[in-house]
T-cell receptor
């Protein structure tokens, strides 16, 4: 098992509500990436944070936002939830730096259901 | 934008048969990674390929990176029931920074005992 933890494990929200998902990265990792994985599909990159700054963003609307804290933990916030936001949200940490590509350590994910 | 395609989408094999999944990118990649996701689980890193034409082996698994760095394959010899899961390739393009990965849709492998 990786040292990446996510909370909550499962969440049910109503359309139009807001949600905050949390991730604690593996010790020593300063980069956190968030992915959305719909059922039966591959993970889709939402954004990445490196040393508390956004470091790349995928094709997701502004209502998807994030934060990274000094201890490198991270939050994903989604406003105005839509039914299509129902998915597994994965957080992945890596020891990025200097342009080297490292493997990503995924957390167990948060299963979000929007009704 | 960069797209990564994987075939087949599903593969059913008898235990002991071989299995191969193929990955193709619309653009040249700087590197490619492979992940395995068990049912109900999260992606777990298997390997990273960086060099053109690179071949790496992990026991019964053989990974290849194409000469043009636009395609890759994963071959499993003599599958076992423990190989069940979805295998994803994930590439990083030259224009992106950090470890941003573009995942393929995955190949779901089932192994009949």
């Amino acid at each position: 098992e990786t040292g990446v933890t996510q909370s909550p494990t499962h969440l049910i929200k109503t359309r139009g509500q807001q949600v905050t998902l949390r991730c604690s990265s593996q010790s020593g990792h300063n980069t956190v990436s968030w992915y959305q994985q719909a059922l039966g599909q591959g993970p889709q990159f939402i954004f990445q944070y490196y040393r508390e700054e956004e470091n790349g963003r995928g094709n997701f609307p502004p209502r998807f936002s994030g934060l990274q804290f000094p201890n490198y933990s991270s939050e994903l916030n989604v406003n105005a939830l839509e039914l299509d936001d129902s998915a597994l949200y994965l957080c992945a940490s890596s020891p990025d730096g200097g342009g080297v590509i490292y493997e990503q350590y995924f957390g167990p994910g948060t299963r979000l259901t929007v009704t | 934008g960069q797209q990564v395609m994987q075939i087949p989408q599903y593969q059913h094999v008898q235990e002991g048969e071989d299995f191969t999944t193929y990955c193709n990118s619309s653009t040249t990649l700087s590197n490619i990674q492979w992940y395995k996701q068990r049912p109900g689980g999260h992606p777990v890193f298997l390997i990273q390929l960086v060099k053109s034409g690179e071949v790496k082996k992990q026991k019964r698994l053989t990974f290849q990176f194409g000469e043009a760095k636009k395609n890759s394959s994963l071959h499993i010899t003599a599958t076992q029931t423990t190989d069940v899961g979805t295998y994803f390739c994930a590439g990083t393009g030259w224009e992106t920074s950090g470890s941003r990965l573009t995942f393929g849709e995955g190949t779901q492998l089932t192994v009949n005992p």
